[in-house]
């Protein structure tokens, strides 16, 4: 990295720009920037609209600055903060337990498959690799783990099921092909270095990049997800921050619906910009989070692209 | 030695990898296998062991309600019901607990659906068999299921576990339960009329001294005062919203209910209709001429502007009647929406009135809802049904443990002043945690016993004026049409490209977005054609008729 940023300004100064070039940049430079506009205009719009008035988004609709500006939603949402407090709490805790068991899982997987002195790895390589064209579907799952296993109503069936993907383990045995050339742990091994010592010591600290790769996966699979906790949990007390937000507009949308069906009561329910705050309080710490893990992100990807 | 020790280790760690990583097809296998052993043996779960063995059931109260089952042992039931659980969930199971355990030696564990997926989460359950008791209703495709053998037959076991309960919900409502002949749901008592009408402003009316719009002539002078006096004044917000089904395509098309005493909002399924005092008898209504005249209606109606031109395309906005974006609501109207909208005005506080006309008080067709409509099954495959069923009879007909169910502990989450429901904690402008049927169990609701809320007192006083409307009809009190539940397997194909016509030609006819009329109905009638709208109509005449037989109504 360094090195290029070396080279970056004598080239820059040696080659005057072409009008060609001027043209080409001035129209890239537009072009991205509308894209960015793009991404970034229904963010504003959800963050404005949070601070809005519930009414005058319903009369006069979005604005990109809030019109009459308030805290209520976020007062709404946070007048009874436990439930969300506690939402955050199982979601982090999923999401280190998940990651952290799943890296260790996978990397160890990825490492003995893709070891040659294992005959059998092309074979266990496929079994893995099989599952993810063929399925048993959503009801056996469920049973599997609701009737035989009995784990309906704990948090295992929340944080388990995703421990491992056939594509986060092939990616990391493609990575530590690429990454580790056999002559290294060979050499190892003549100093007597056994599997564990070859595999702490020599192979994991030159997997870095695709460690963060691949936790990042993990770690953005585990905070998004909201359907094993639909699936699985009995009490709102284990529920994912994703599934207490994501049920809580379901509700509203249901009962609405169920209304014109039942006499059922249909106040009490979130309005548009409590729905926009909660966006925001939902997806305010990956944004935060997001832009530190990115540069590994993006380096493992094109690592493992380039040397797998 | 170490490194075997490690390497096998290793190894385990990959095998645990290669078991997760297999876990779907796993799970095929296992499932496979639990068809083969016959899925009854799954043992239900039980998870709430923790309330049991804390109280010893006090054996005389046991022995008087025992009629004749075994309480020796304890029983620990799973009632699955939809929707959210209430914060006190534990709390006032707790309470419950201690009650069902004196009277029949049972617990019961309440678990909640939630609102995500439901449908999805209803099947899954019955499948997995792990409740004993669950809420069933029509919309939860209660015949369906029935039919296919996922409840408990009760017929039986109602004569000899619980007289009481039978006694209390009668058998004209038991009857409607029937599937095939056997009961396998407990209705609720409550009768509760769900039928359909227009919400309109009374404010208004009053104000330029226009017609209560009680039909579609009213309906028009209505709207046109209005348009005349407050020219900038939003009439109709209609879109395609609420009208999904197979029966209309356009929400201002509900309005054509005054002018058919049909069994059915909308008449029936595929353009066919049938009147309520003679329900076998279907007849045709897309390809009849009274079809051509309405949609002439709708398209005068569109060119008077009552409603907007993207109509077709916009989004639902629930809440335009509670914000003043339009006076009136003609789609899926209930009364409850009604009590609803009376309280918004209220707390909107701008002098606003909402008035409200039942179809059924034009047309003469009133009934209440369904029995299926919410009631109560015993999952097959439940180990115990007598004791469940035992236990249901007492949250329906002991009034003490039925209150504790619809409304949480007395003192603590509610209060009854004047013969009314007051909830505590919304009083003292607190997040109840224990609201007015917390448990959603709608489901358990005993007409006799049931507690008004202050907005009820509104709903009720509509519900006997419907009452004494749907006495005069030919089957008093009656609703024939929400029982039928359509089998369309054979034809699911032409179904669905009906359904895809109707999107296409029929809603922009209601919405009178064409140009000529007769030369978009005669379109609309032939792409129907050749949608195979013929044999969806036959198989669906030849069932309704056969249910129509079955129970009678002829």
Same mark, same amino acid.
């Given at each position: 990295?360094?090195?290029?940023?070396?080279?970056?300004?004598?080239?820059?100064?040696?080659?005057?720009?072409?009008?060609?070039?001027?043209?080409?940049?001035?129209?890239?430079?537009?072009?991205?920037?509308?894209?960015?506009?793009?991404?970034?205009?229904?963010?504003?719009?959800?963050?404005?609209?949070?601070?809005?008035?519930?009414?005058?988004?319903?009369?006069?609709?979005?604005?990109?600055?809030?019109?009459?500006?308030?805290?209520?939603?976020?007062?709404?949402?946070?007048?009874?903060?436990?439930?969300?407090?506690?939402?955050?709490?199982?979601?982090?805790?999923?999401?280190?337990?998940?990651?952290?068991?799943?890296?260790?899982?996978?990397?160890?997987?990825?490492?003995?498959?893709?070891?040659?002195?294992?005959?059998?790895?092309?074979?266990?390589?496929?079994?893995?690799?099989?599952?993810?064209?063929?399925?048993?579907?959503?009801?056996?799952?469920?049973?599997?783990?609701?009737?035989?296993?009995?784990?309906?109503?704990?948090?295992?069936?929340?944080?388990?099921?995703?421990?491992?993907?056939?594509?986060?383990?092939?990616?990391?045995?493609?990575?530590?092909?690429?990454?580790?050339?056999?002559?290294?742990?060979?050499?190892?091994?003549?100093?007597?270095?056994?599997?564990?010592?070859?595999?702490?010591?020599?192979?994991?600290?030159?997997?870095?990049?695709?460690?963060?790769?691949?936790?990042?996966?993990?770690?953005?699979?585990?905070?998004?997800?909201?359907? *094993?906790?639909?699936?699985?949990?009995?009490?709102?007390?284990?529920?994912?921050?994703?599934?207490?937000? +994501?049920?809580?507009?379901?509700?509203?949308?249901?009962?609405?619906?169920?209304?014109?069906?039942?006499?059922?009561?249909?106040?009490?329910?979130?309005?548009?910009?409590?729905?926009?705050?909660?966006?925001?309080?939902?997806?305010?710490?990956?944004?935060?989070?997001?832009?530190?893990?990115? *540069?590994?992100?993006?380096?493992?990807?094109?690592?493992?692209?380039?040397?797998? | 030695?170490?490194?075997?020790?490690?390497?096998?280790?290793?190894?385990?760690?990959?095998?645990?990898?290669?078991?997760?990583?297999?876990?779907?097809?796993?799970?095929?296998?296992?499932?496979?296998?639990?068809?083969?052993?016959?899925?009854?043996?799954?043992?239900?779960?039980?998870?709430?062991?923790?309330?049991?063995?804390?109280?010893?059931?006090?054996?005389?109260?046991?022995?008087?309600?025992?009629?004749?089952?075994?309480?020796?042992?304890?029983?620990?039931?799973?009632?699955?019901?939809?929707?959210?659980?209430?914060?006190?969930?534990?709390?006032?199971?707790?309470?419950?607990?201690?009650?069902?355990?004196?009277?029949?030696?049972?617990?019961?564990?309440?678990?909640?659906?939630?609102?995500?997926?439901?449908?999805?989460?209803?099947?899954?359950?019955?499948?997995?068999?792990?409740?004993?008791?669950?809420?069933?209703?029509?919309?939860?495709?209660?015949?369906?299921?029935?039919?296919?053998?996922?409840?408990?037959?009760?017929?039986?076991?109602?004569?000899?576990?619980?007289?009481?309960?039978?006694?209390?919900?009668?058998?004209?409502?038991?009857?409607?339960? *029937?599937?095939?002949?056997?009961?396998?749901?407990?209705?609720?008592?409550?009768?509760? +009329?769900?039928?359909?009408?227009?919400?309109? *402003?009374?404010?208004?009316?009053?104000?330029?001294?226009?017609?209560?719009?009680?039909?579609?002539?009213?309906?028009?002078? +209505?709207?046109?005062?209005?348009?005349?006096?407050?020219?900038?004044?939003?009439?109709?917000?209609?879109?395609?919203?609420?009208?999904?089904?197979?029966?209309?395509?356009?929400?201002?098309?509900?309005?054509?209910?005054?002018?058919?005493?049909?069994?059915?909002?909308?008449?029936?399924?595929?353009?066919?209709?049938?009147?309520?005092?003679?329900?076998?008898?279907?007849?045709?209504?897309? +390809?009849?001429?009274?079809?051509?005249?309405?949609?002439?209606?709708?398209?005068?109606?569109?060119?008077?502007?009552?409603?907007?031109?993207?109509?077709?395309?916009?989004?639902?906005?629930?809440?335009?009647?509670?914000?003043?974006?339009?006076?009136?609501?003609?789609?899926?109207?209930?009364?409850?929406?009604?009590?609803?909208?009376?309280?918004?005005?209220?707390?909107?506080?701008?002098?606003?009135?909402?008035?409200?006309?039942?179809?059924?008080?034009?047309?003469?067709?009133?009934?209440?809802?369904?029995?299926?409509?919410?009631?109560?099954?015993?999952?097959?495959?439940?180990?115990?049904?007598?004791?469940?069923?035992?236990?249901?009879?007492?949250?329906?007909?002991?009034?003490?443990?039925?209150?504790?169910?619809?409304?949480?502990?007395?003192?603590?989450?509610?209060?009854?002043?004047?013969?009314?429901?007051?909830?505590?904690?919304?009083?003292?402008?607190?997040?109840?945690?224990?609201?007015?049927?917390?448990?959603?169990?709608?489901?358990?609701?005993?007409?006799?016993?049931?507690?008004?809320?202050?907005?009820?007192?509104?709903?009720?006083?509509?519900?006997?004026?419907?009452?004494?409307?749907?006495?005069?009809?030919?089957?008093?009190?009656?609703?024939?049409?929400?029982?039928?539940?359509?089998?369309?397997?054979?034809?699911?194909?032409?179904?669905?490209?009906?359904?895809?016509?109707?999107?296409?030609?029929?809603?922009?006819?209601?919405?009178?977005?064409?140009?000529?009329?007769?030369?978009?109905?005669?379109?609309?009638?032939?792409?129907?054609?050749?949608?195979?709208?013929?044999?969806?109509?036959?198989?669906?005449?030849?069932?309704?008729?056969?249910?129509?037989?079955?129970?009678?109504?002829?």
């Amino acid at each position: 990295m360094s090195k290029d940023m070396d080279y970056e300004p004598t080239v820059q100064k040696t080659i005057k720009k072409s009008t060609g070039t001027k043209v080409f940049e001035a129209i890239a430079y537009t072009l991205l920037v509308l894209g960015s506009i793009i991404c970034v205009l229904p963010f504003i719009i959800i963050v404005s609209g949070s601070f809005t008035d519930n009414t005058t988004i319903l009369v006069k609709g979005y604005s990109l600055l809030p019109r009459d500006f308030t805290f209520s939603a976020y007062q709404t949402i946070f007048r009874s903060p436990k439930d969300i407090l506690q939402a955050y709490k199982m979601t982090f805790y999923y999401t280190i337990v998940g990651t952290g068991l799943g890296l260790m899982m996978i990397t160890l997987t990825g490492y003995v498959i893709s070891r040659k002195e294992f005959k059998h790895r092309n074979t266990v390589s496929f079994l893995i690799y099989f599952t993810s064209i063929f399925g048993g579907g959503m009801i056996p799952w469920y049973l599997m783990y609701a009737n035989v296993l009995n784990l309906k109503g704990s948090t295992i069936p929340i944080w388990f099921p995703a421990l491992m993907s056939p594509f986060l383990v092939i990616l990391m045995r493609t990575f530590i092909v690429g990454a580790v050339p056999d002559a290294i742990t060979e050499s190892a091994k003549i100093d007597g270095a056994g599997h564990f010592t070859i595999f702490f010591r020599i192979v994991l600290p030159v997997l870095k990049p695709g460690l963060a790769t691949v936790g990042l996966f993990l770690a953005l699979g585990y905070w998004n997800d909201w359907y *094993r906790s639909s699936m699985f949990s009995t009490n709102s007390s284990t529920w994912q921050l994703q599934f207490y937000l +994501y049920d809580l507009l379901n509700a509203t949308t249901a009962m609405k619906q169920m209304a014109s069906n039942v006499s059922m009561k249909t106040a009490e329910l979130p309005t548009e910009s409590v729905k926009l705050a909660m966006a925001v309080v939902a997806t305010g710490p990956v944004l935060l989070f997001y832009p530190f893990v990115q *540069r590994f992100f993006v380096s493992g990807i094109t690592v493992g692209a380039v040397k797998g | 030695m170490k490194r075997k020790v490690l390497s096998v280790l290793l190894s385990m760690t990959m095998l645990a990898g290669a078991a997760v990583g297999c876990g779907s097809a796993g799970t095929q296998s296992a499932a496979d296998q639990l068809e083969a052993e016959g899925v009854t043996q799954i043992p239900a779960a039980q998870e709430e062991t923790k309330e049991e063995t804390t109280q010893a059931p006090s054996e005389s109260a046991a022995q008087e309600e025992a009629q004749g089952i075994d309480l020796s042992d304890q029983v620990d039931l799973v009632f699955y019901v939809m929707g959210d659980a209430p914060q006190d969930e534990e709390m006032v199971e707790g309470a419950i607990n201690e009650k069902l355990l004196e009277k029949c030696n049972a617990t019961i564990d309440m678990q909640f659906s939630t609102w995500t997926d439901f449908q999805q989460k209803y099947a899954n359950e019955i499948t997995a068999q792990s409740a004993d008791l669950i809420y069933i209703a029509n919309w939860l495709n209660y015949g369906q299921l029935a039919s296919s053998g996922a409840f408990e037959e009760l017929d039986d076991m109602l004569d000899s576990v619980a007289p009481d309960l039978k006694a209390l919900v009668g058998d004209a409502n038991l009857n409607m339960c *029937r599937v095939g002949g056997k009961i396998y749901a407990i209705p609720n008592t409550w009768p509760e +009329y769900v039928c359909n009408g227009v919400k309109y *402003r009374e404010d208004l009316r009053a104000k330029y001294n226009l017609p209560v719009p009680d039909s579609l002539e009213n309906l028009e002078a +209505y709207l046109l005062g209005i348009q005349e006096n407050e020219p900038n004044q939003g009439l109709l917000t209609v879109t395609t919203e609420e009208s999904q089904g197979l029966k209309t395509g356009f929400d201002a098309a509900w309005a054509l209910n005054f002018k058919y005493p049909w069994v059915a909002n909308n008449g029936l399924d595929y353009g066919l209709a049938a009147n309520y005092d003679s329900p076998a008898d279907v007849y045709d209504y897309w +390809y009849s001429d009274d079809f051509v005249d309405d949609m002439k209606l709708m398209k005068k109606w569109a060119d008077l502007g009552f409603w907007s031109k993207s109509a077709l395309s916009d989004t639902n906005n629930s809440d335009a009647y509670k914000n003043g974006l339009c006076v009136a609501e003609v789609a899926g109207q209930n009364p409850n929406k009604q009590i609803t909208a009376i309280a918004d005005f209220e707390n909107a506080g701008e002098g606003w009135e909402s008035g409200y006309v039942a179809y059924g008080e034009t047309n003469g067709i009133i009934y209440p809802g369904h029995a299926t409509q919410n009631g109560t099954a015993i999952v097959r495959g439940c180990k115990n049904p007598e004791r469940a069923l035992l236990v249901l009879q007492t949250l329906l007909c002991d009034d003490e443990v039925n209150a504790l169910m619809q409304y949480g502990i007395k003192g603590t989450h509610y209060d009854v002043a004047d013969g009314i429901y007051k909830n505590i904690q919304e009083e003292a402008g607190e997040t109840p945690t224990f609201p007015y049927e917390g448990f959603n169990t709608w489901n358990l609701r005993n007409g006799d016993t049931k507690l008004p809320q202050r907005t009820d007192v509104a709903l009720q006083e509509m519900f006997d004026k419907y009452a004494v409307l749907g006495e005069k009809t030919k089957f008093p009190n009656v609703n024939i049409y929400d029982g039928f539940s359509e089998n369309y397997d054979t034809y699911s194909a032409e179904r669905s490209a009906v359904s895809n016509v109707m999107r296409q030609y029929l809603a922009p006819l209601e919405a009178g977005l064409v140009d000529d009329v007769d030369a978009a109905v005669e379109e609309f009638r032939s792409k129907m054609k050749e949608a195979g709208i013929d044999k969806c109509r036959e198989e669906y005449t030849k069932q309704w008729q056969a249910y129509c037989e079955e129970y009678s109504y002829k």
